[in-house]
């Protein structure tokens, strides 16, 4: 018989996957997350037990508008607020809305390697579009405009998947620009926006939406846990009558009613703030205790940028190496990681990597980049 899963990860005990981009079991908040279901279910009013209100509940939404404004530090309007089950599915019903089969998208190289197959689930074409140590270079975008019709840009501005580069300033304002000139639709991915270990980032591509048509998605998944699978998207008024127009919650109301209800308690009470301190504090001890190891031991030839958020770490190799094949290697050392060919829309970035310092601790991080260097000179030889 097959083996009986709960998680969709099944890491064996003996191996360091730095491909798992996801929270570890022991960071997500059990006993948080039961005090804050006992207090939405100790309401008298059953109101979460019934189809929710069709783009989120509203006592929810004004709750993460204000949890958003104190956060990104601009004003954030309740009925901006779209409840979704994830970025993952605020993402779908996107592409569901603003796309047809055939339709081209201009997409980030390197991009989240799942949106990719949300895309190809759309059947979208994929211009890819190069981005270096600022982000997107927007003058790509302006050169593609020239050439295509795009149905939506889809970009993560922020602490990006998986290059963890953040767009500049001057070039979100650009970015800005290009979007009302061409009409262009953005879809900011702004889920790592809240997830700063230095400086914070500039404003979200969020603080647009009520002049350009920008939809940001946000995400509990990095901030709480993936397994509530509670998101929201944001958008302006006309982008947000089509969202909440769609048939998919006319027949099935909020798309995490219940969810959204517990969440609402968790804000309330100050336990989401609780955890993102938290996981700000471990993260940030991990990606230092990753970029330290990897920088003593890699080779001179190996680059990399030390992140300031989010969950990763790319690495680039010399051309010659195919990570996919080193990937083979790592795996005889108990080593893994996600090779870059996953993260491109044109099947290149042969001699890339990512490695996530989300699932591991310290001691198993450095472990593991020790098991991986082992493997490159094996290689290598
Ligand atoms: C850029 C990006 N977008 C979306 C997701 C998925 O978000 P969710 O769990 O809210 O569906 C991830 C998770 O790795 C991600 O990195």
């Not at 980030?108 to 759309?122: C, K, T, V």
């Not at 230095?198 to 591509?205: E, G, I, M, T």
């Not at 996919?324 to 795996?331: E, H, I, M, S, V």
Request: aromatic fraction near 8%; hydrophobic fraction near 45%.
């Amino acid at each position: 018989m097959d083996k009986i899963l709960t998680a969709q990860l099944d890491i064996p005990p003996d191996v360091i996957d730095f491909g798992a981009g996801q929270p570890s079991l022991h960071l997500l908040p059990l006993a948080l997350l039961r005090e804050a279901a006992a207090s939405r279910l100790a309401d008298s009013n059953a109101a979460y037990l019934a189809y929710g209100a069709i783009q989120g509940d509203g006592y929810f939404r004004q709750v993460l508008a204000d949890y958003l404004a104190a956060h990104y530090q601009m004003q954030v309007d309740y009925d901006s607020l779209f409840v979704t089950g994830g970025a993952s599915q605020g993402l779908d019903l996107i592409c569901t809305l603003f796309s047809r089969p055939g339709d081209t998208i201009f997409v980030e190289e390197p991009s989240y390697f799942l949106a990719l197959r949300i895309f190809a689930d759309h059947r979208l074409n994929i211009v890819s579009l190069p981005m270096d140590d600022q982000g997107l270079i927007v003058e790509a975008v302006e050169h593609e405009l020239s050439q295509h019709t795009p149905a939506f840009l889809y970009t993560i501005p922020t602490f990006h998947n998986p290059t963890s580069v953040t767009l500049a300033a001057e070039r979100r304002n650009r970015l800005v620009q290009l979007s009302q000139q061409h009409d262009l639709v953005i879809v900011a991915d702004e889920v790592y926006h809240l997830l700063s270990y230095a400086a914070a980032p500039p404003p979200p591509l969020a603080s647009h939406i009520d002049l350009s048509p920008i939809i940001s998605l946000g995400s509990f998944s990095k901030i709480m846990a993936p397994g509530l699978r509670l998101g929201w998207i944001q958008a302006g008024t006309k982008l947000m009558d089509r969202i909440a127009g769609c048939g998919l919650v006319d027949s099935g109301g909020s798309l995490n009613h219940f969810t959204s209800g517990v969440m609402r308690s968790a804000i309330e009470l100050g336990l989401l703030d609780k955890q993102l301190a938290n996981l700000k504090s471990v993260y940030s001890r991990r990606k230092n205790a990753l970029s330290n190891a990897l920088r003593e031991l890699l080779p001179d030839s190996v680059r990399f940028v030390e992140p300031d958020g989010g969950f990763f770490i790319w690495l680039e190799f010399e051309d010659r190496i195919d990570t996919d094949k080193l990937l083979a290697a790592a795996r005889q050392h108990k080593v893994g990681f996600l090779p870059g060919i996953k993260f491109s829309g044109q099947n290149g970035l042969k001699s890339d990597a990512r490695l996530s310092f989300a699932y591991f601790d310290v001691p198993e991080l450095e472990e593991g980049a020790r098991r991986l260097v082992n493997a490159i000179r094996e290689y290598q030889k």
